[in-house]
């Protein structure tokens, strides 16, 4: 499955991103990688932020970005945040992880399940917010958070995974919410999942996680193992992924990127019309 690794910074983002695809190549993986940020990377193909984009604070531009892409010549796209660290090549590859379904985000912590120990996610109450999903066509008794950080779509989904987040999105809002743009992609998870029990996070561990707590703050991950937390229940796991969503060591991603770029050749943009094209 011809694959494209994709992200979008700016600013002090950028150099994590830069951080970030860089590990991704130390690793070994030879996806083709684009990035859109304001200031040029080096190592990957990079094109400029598309103006006519708004970069909203609730992060639907995602989704925006996603339907550019779709002029592109791949099967996969694999959208990975900027804030995450590669510490290893990943026991199975992306098209390995989406398998028969069209669309992938790892459904990491129960809402409203028995074990649930937190009361809200993004301070809707958890009944009120499964609910949510139930009326806008989810039927699994349980729902699932996620998280928006990383995602794949398979091409001939684009348009209907986009145009469905933007539906959530103005039917949430008609609601009286205004919630970021991973509700959505928990939402089409479960929608649109044939193989739903593949989604579930715990089945991943060793592939990725999200370091959401502290325990590397400020640090690169390296490899080792730390503690993970599920947000929902609370439960723990000693974990060593692939994939480390660093969400505490951004500082440290930062001046990782700036040293990279530092060393490296001075990067210019691609124009986009020479971006892999078909």
């Not at 503690?227 to 440290?252: C, L």
Request: hydrophobic content about 40%; proline content about 4%.
């Amino acid at each position: 499955m011809k694959t494209l690794i994709w992200s979008v910074a700016w600013g002090d983002y950028r150099y994590m991103l830069q951080s970030l695809m860089s590990s991704i190549r130390n690793v070994g993986l030879t996806h083709d990688i684009l990035t859109f940020t304001d200031q040029p990377l080096t190592g990957v193909v990079s094109c400029k932020t598309d103006d006519r984009i708004e970069l909203d604070f609730k992060q639907y531009w995602k989704f925006h970005y996603l339907k550019k892409l779709k002029e592109l010549d791949y099967d996969l796209f694999v959208f990975i945040d900027s804030d995450h660290y590669f510490v290893r090549r990943p026991e199975k590859d992306f098209s390995e992880i989406i398998g028969g379904d069209l669309w992938h985000s790892f459904l990491e912590s129960p809402i409203n399940s028995p074990r649930t120990r937190r009361g809200d996610w993004w301070g809707v109450p958890n009944g009120a917010m499964a609910q949510l999903y139930r009326d806008f066509g989810v039927n699994q008794g349980e729902v699932y958070s996620t998280n928006g950080g990383f995602w794949m779509c398979r091409k001939e989904f684009i348009d209907h995974a986009a145009d469905t987040g933007f539906l959530f999105r103005d039917f949430q809002k008609g609601k009286g919410l205004d919630l970021p743009e991973e509700v959505a992609i928990s939402v089409l998870s479960h929608l649109f999942s044939t193989e739903y029990e593949n989604r579930f996070h715990y089945r991943y561990m060793d592939i990725w996680a999200s370091e959401w707590t502290g325990v590397m703050k400020d640090k690169v991950p390296d490899g080792s193992f730390w503690d993970f937390q599920e947000y929902m229940t609370m439960e723990t796991k000693n974990v060593n992924p692939a994939i480390v969503h660093a969400m505490r060591s951004k500082n440290a991603l930062v001046e990782r990127g700036k040293k990279i770029l530092e060393d490296a050749t001075p990067p210019e943009f691609v124009p986009w019309e020479n971006a892999f094209k078909a």
